[in-house]
């Protein structure tokens, strides 16, 4: 092999630097320079030797000319170059968590569940990838409602510089119709941890039902309640409570408060609607009697009349009761 050989490499790369720097003052200097520099054969070739650049200086018949054929080499000359950079690995890239589908909807009517929480793990390299992740919940607040998860995450999907975790965890004590935002702690061992944030809801659509009533009167001395019936159509009409009462007695002025007003089934009621033990009176069964009754704490005495309030979480106002009690001793 001759000496030669073993050179050309390296009078390549020595001439690509130089043509690079002469590029350089190409671009920033004006069309009279620039034409001078070339044609004055500074550029080398990669033997070392000065490269004349005949042809280019051929077709450019002028200054203006040839700095625009100059430019347009260039351009496309980086254009290739950030096309190849783009096109590069992410291998510097920073390890990262996020949550995905980070809105989660309870069951129909639920307070409490089970949820699945779905993360996201990339930037990691290759040797980083093999501890599972841990979640911890954030405590927010005492007694409102919490997510507790339950067990280590599972792999839900494989990503050539991370993974898609998914871990099991309970919801417990979110009242009917609402929402909480949800904190959790994901940690990699000391590599990298983030706080993730999870919106959980039970927001119910709305339910057509009606009220067929009963008896108007309660004698407290003979009875503490009456009833009505209920018709529900479609989807089960969830947490029925009294909302509001304005029952009053118009010689005193004393008032008959909702605190002292409930709602309950009978055996047959709760039998035909599975989940009404829940803590929200809730009704599936296509007609039930519900009995309204007024507390044994309330001893006052007169004659309370108005109307009581019916409201429930999947209906904002299912109906308004006309009502008088008759209380005395």
Avoid at 130 to 147: A, F
Avoid at 210 to 228: A, E, V, Y
Avoid at 233 to 246: H, I, N
Wanted: with cysteine.
């Amino acid at each position: 092999m001759h000496r030669g050989d073993l050179d050309r490499p390296l009078m390549s790369a020595v001439s690509s630097a130089v043509n690079t720097m002469i590029d350089a003052l190409i671009r920033h200097s004006n069309s009279s320079i620039a034409y001078l520099i070339c044609s004055s054969h500074i550029r080398v070739d990669a033997t070392g030797r000065p490269d004349p650049y005949p042809k280019l200086v051929r077709r450019a018949k002028s200054p203006r000319n040839f700095r625009l054929k100059v430019s347009s080499l260039m351009r496309l000359a980086c254009t290739a170059v950030l096309l190849g950079v783009a096109c590069l690995p992410l291998a510097n890239a920073e390890p990262k968590i996020t949550a995905v589908a980070s809105a989660i909807q309870l069951q129909d009517g639920q307070t409490s569940g089970p949820v699945s929480l779905l993360f996201k793990v990339d930037g990691l390299k290759k040797e980083q990838q093999s501890p599972v992740p841990v979640v911890v919940p954030v405590l927010t607040s005492q007694g409102g409602p919490r997510i507790v998860p339950l067990g280590a995450p599972n792999k839900a999907a494989v990503l050539e510089n991370g993974a898609f975790w998914q871990v099991s965890a309970q919801v417990e004590g979110l009242p009917l119709n609402s929402s909480f935002d949800a904190p959790v702690l994901v940690h990699i061992g000391d590599m990298i941890g983030e706080v993730l944030s999870y919106k959980i809801t039970n927001v119910l659509p709305a339910v057509d039902a009606d009220i067929s009533p009963g008896s108007d009167t309660i004698f407290l001395q003979q009875s503490r309640d009456t009833n009505f019936t209920v018709n529900v159509k479609g989807r089960p009409l969830r947490g029925l409570a009294v909302c509001q009462s304005a029952l009053a007695d118009v010689n005193t002025g004393d008032h008959l408060g909702e605190q002292y007003v409930g709602l309950y089934l009978e055996p047959s009621g709760i039998a035909a609607n599975p989940d009404a033990d829940h803590p929200y009176l809730t009704l599936s069964a296509a007609s039930t009697r519900v009995h309204l009754f007024i507390s044994p704490t309330f001893h006052n005495n007169g004659v309370f009349a108005g109307t009581v309030g019916l409201c429930s979480a999947s209906k904002a106002a299912v109906s308004t009761l006309k009502l008088t009690v008759n209380s005395s001793s």
